[in-house]
């Protein structure tokens, strides 16, 4: 049974057991999925802390439902693949999954897998998804397995975490899976860099056109509407030979582009940029770009914490003393 309060569970695990995609497949798996899928497949003959109630109260076998998602129209992925099912229920699982026309895994593989596809997923105990779900279709007193982007209080999710705590249920959050050094093994990567710039550009050729300028931009769709990444890739592609042909309104002057930090995601934009006939600057030469740039390229630039962050009583930075004092700091960015 679930405890009377909410859990956001802390988890432990190897690096080693977590199966990243290979870069340029179209993969509809979730990192926080493959790391539950290691989570359960390690304790062999066990059962699961969060499968041991079924047992206790006699059902024959643990069960898991992979759930619906049904936050948004455009979310395809799903937790586990049929090879992940495969491999639970020759280990005794029994596993369900809820069906769904929008997954990019159709039912028929979790079918030939040994999953069950049904609507009602009430008899699992443990239900994973990717994204949160509408409060009303929470199942009271079970475990949870997905994003809730509650941890840092997110106050759109609020009323989630109420809901949540009134239905007593256990939370696993995949964004406090870490390793045995505490960090993060279950985070955004780099192709939500490359899914978020492809989107940039689609909205950019849109704020353009409602400002009066037809683009190259405007041949960009959403990232949702390409078969694969290598689809999208073209598109930014050609609209990079349109903008090298001097085909951008001079009326908007060159266009530039501002990267905060280094991480996955930043790296995944700039792949898309690099796609563009794209130059990139210092922070300071931004300023000259934008009033005498040349408009068959685009420009970019990344920032880091040193570009921004100045200690309050000098305007220093001290990396080491921010990770320790971050209070001493504040960030110039607005104004820099």
């Given at each position: 049974a679930a405890p009377s309060h909410l859990c956001v569970t802390l988890l432990s695990v190897s690096r080693r057991h977590v199966s990243s995609a290979r870069a340029g497949d179209h993969n509809p798996v979730t990192?926080?999925?493959?790391?539950?899928?290691?989570?359960?497949?390690?304790?062999?003959?066990?059962?699961?802390?969060?499968?041991?109630?079924?047992?206790?109260?006699g059902h024959h076998k643990a069960v898991i439902a992979i759930r619906r998602e049904d936050i948004n129209p455009w979310e395809r992925r799903a937790p586990l693949a049929p090879r992940h099912v495969?491999?639970?229920?020759?280990?005794?699982?029994?596993?369900?999954?809820?069906?769904?026309?929008?997954r990019a895994i159709h039912e028929k593989y979790y079918m030939k897998a040994g999953?069950?596809?049904?609507?009602?997923?009430?008899?699992?105990?443990l239900i994973i998804g990717v994204k949160r779900m509408p409060e009303e279709k929470i199942i009271p007193k079970k475990t949870y397995a997905?994003?809730?982007?509650?941890?840092?209080?997110?106050?759109?999710?609020?009323?989630?975490?109420?809901?949540?705590?009134?239905?007593?249920?256990?939370?696993?959050?995949?964004?406090?899976?870490?390793?045995?050094?505490?960090?993060?093994?279950?985070?955004?990567?780099?192709?939500?860099g490359v899914a978020g710039m492809i989107n940039i550009l689609h909205g950019l050729g849109l704020r353009y056109l409602a400002l009066g300028h037809h683009t190259p931009f405007m041949h960009i769709g959403m990232a949702h509407n390409y078969r694969n990444v290598s689809q999208a890739v073209q598109a930014v592609r050609d609209c990079g030979y349109e903008i090298s042909m001097g085909l951008m309104p001079k009326s908007i002057g060159p266009v530039t582009f501002c990267f905060t930090g280094t991480g996955?995601?930043?790296?995944?934009?700039?792949?898309?940029?690099?796609?563009?006939?794209?130059?990139?600057?210092?922070?300071?030469?931004?300023?000259?770009?934008?009033?005498?740039?040349?408009?068959?390229?685009?420009y970019a630039t990344v920032l880091s914490r040193h570009h921004h962050l100045i200690r309050k009583s000098d305007g220093v930075y001290d990396p080491f003393e921010y990770e320790h004092h971050p209070e001493l700091y504040t960030s110039n960015f607005r104004t820099s």
């Open positions: 990192k926080g999925g493959e790391v539950m899928f290691r989570l359960l497949s390690r304790q062999g003959k066990r059962t699961p802390c969060c499968l041991a109630g079924q047992r206790r109260h495969k491999e639970l229920t020759h280990a005794g699982v029994k596993v369900l999954v809820q069906p769904s026309n929008r999953a069950v596809v049904q609507e009602d997923i009430s008899e699992a105990s997905f994003f809730s982007h509650t941890i840092k209080a997110q106050e759109a999710n609020m009323g989630l975490l109420e809901d949540l705590l009134k239905k007593e249920v256990r939370l696993i959050d995949y964004e406090k899976m870490v390793d045995a050094n505490g960090y993060r093994i279950v985070a955004f990567g780099q192709w939500a996955n995601v930043s790296k995944g934009a700039q792949d898309i940029i690099n796609e563009l006939p794209v130059e990139y600057v210092e922070p300071h030469e931004l300023k000259d770009v934008c009033e005498a740039g040349d408009m068959t390229k685009v």
